[in-house]
């Protein structure tokens, strides 16, 4: 009985280190590295992304799109050496993932989101994302985003705190996959965000990326 009850121990224990340890990703840069956590409740961008990780897919992409106030973006395959001054964005996976949007995952500043391009689904890119950087909101400026913006849809209490605080893109929210929070490094979003860019807002200074799993027990 009690060998029993220490294999149903350990099988349990197993079962949390696997479930748990592939919940978070580091993103190194040469401005420093992000801890991201993947959220639960956006499976299938979360199992997406943690398969492209696996398959070193990002390492040696680009930050290939940056606007200071607003996001950093990555994730296009064709900017691994690419050439100084190549127009990138246009390289994708040959699928889409469906749009997972949740009400309690908005744009907050560090938050992990999937691009897309115009498609009535707004269904998410295979690959490329975007973190963001944003701006601090005042209940005017979150007044106009929810009439202009939102279609007269009220941010939460909570959420509009946030971005009155620490800040974000609210007029995002609901139209893209949130499916991440960087949760150690929020400086390095601020640095890559504020290089010198070219008129399609790729940096002059390329900054390439390697994302790696974090793994790491936790049982419950």
């Known amino acids: 009985m009690i060998k029993k009850l220490l294999l149903s121990c350990c099988c349990l224990l ?7 340890k592939n919940r978070k990703v580091k993103i190194i840069t040469p401005y420093g590295t992000m801890i991201v956590k993947l959220y639960d409740q956006t499976p299938q961008h979360r199992d997406n992304f943690i398969k492209l990780v ?5 390492d040696s992409t680009l930050f290939h799109r940056v606007i200071e106030h607003f996001m950093i ?3 296009d395959p064709t900017s691994k050496h690419a050439k100084p001054g190549e127009e990138l964005g246009n390289g994708d996976t040959p699928y889409t993932i469906p749009a997972e949007f949740q009400l309690d995952l908005y744009h907050r500043k560090g938050a992990l989101a999937a691009a897309r391009d115009n498609n ?7 690959c490329q994302f975007y973190i963001v950087q944003g701006k601090v909101f005042t209940d005017e400026e979150l007044d106009m985003v929810e009439q202009k913006r939102l279609g007269g849809r009220k941010i939460p209490v909570d959420q509009r705190e946030v971005y009155k605080t620490s800040g974000g893109t609210p007029h995002l929210d609901q139209s893209y996959t949130v499916f991440g929070q960087v949760i150690k490094g929020m400086d390095v979003i601020d640095k890559i965000a504020a290089l010198k860019t070219d008129a399609r807002n790729r940096p002059l200074a390329d900054v390439p990326m390697k994302i790696k799993l974090k793994k790491k027990f936790l049982f419950f």
């Open 14 to 20: 197993l079962v949390s280190f696997t479930i748990a």
């Open 54 to 58: 696996k398959q070193h897919f990002y």
């Open 73 to 75: 973006q990555g994730g």
């Open 120 to 126: 009535p689904a707004k269904a998410s890119s295979g």
